[in-house]
């Protein structure tokens, strides 16, 4: 399934808005821009693969803004999107929320999908104590 290229294209637009908006400081202006591209996919948005990148600069806002809760359910949704299983950073940020939920469990399983997929790299722009936990958990 393909987005008409209009379509494409106003969700391209706003995701940038978003990404300048937050990029300047405004996450919660950012936010907004994400969520109304992800109101112009069509119905059973999450088929689309533009859902997966929408859910996670939503998460990424919301994870910025220690609203871990609602970060969870982007990057929950992201996962299930089209190319979302297996994606690296979905699976980086997932890792991360359930180690703030103490679900230490998941948390070991996540990242090291994350580990196995894009290596220690991936761990270096966020706060090291996610890197440390993993380390007590595999052989890195």
């Not at 290229?5 to 937050?22: K, W, Y």
Request: glycine share 6%; hydrophobic share 40%.
């Amino acid at each position: 399934m393909k987005l008409s290229d209009s379509t494409h294209s106003e969700i391209t637009a706003l995701c940038q808005q978003g990404d300048d908006l937050v990029k300047a400081g405004d996450l919660e202006a950012g936010k907004n821009k994400y969520v109304e591209a992800l109101r112009l996919l069509p119905e059973n948005h999450q088929e689309w693969e533009a859902a997966t990148w929408i859910y996670v600069a939503i998460g990424d806002v919301h994870f910025r803004m220690k609203h871990y809760d609602k970060a969870f359910k982007c990057f929950f949704n992201a996962v299930q999107c089209p190319k979302g299983l297996g994606n690296p950073y979905i699976h980086l940020r997932l890792g991360q929320l359930y180690y703030e939920q103490e679900n230490f469990e998941k948390a070991a399983d996540e990242l090291t999908r994350a580990y196995m997929g894009a290596g220690m790299a991936i761990f270096m722009e966020d706060d090291p104590k996610y890197l440390e936990f993993l380390e007590t958990k595999i052989e890195l």
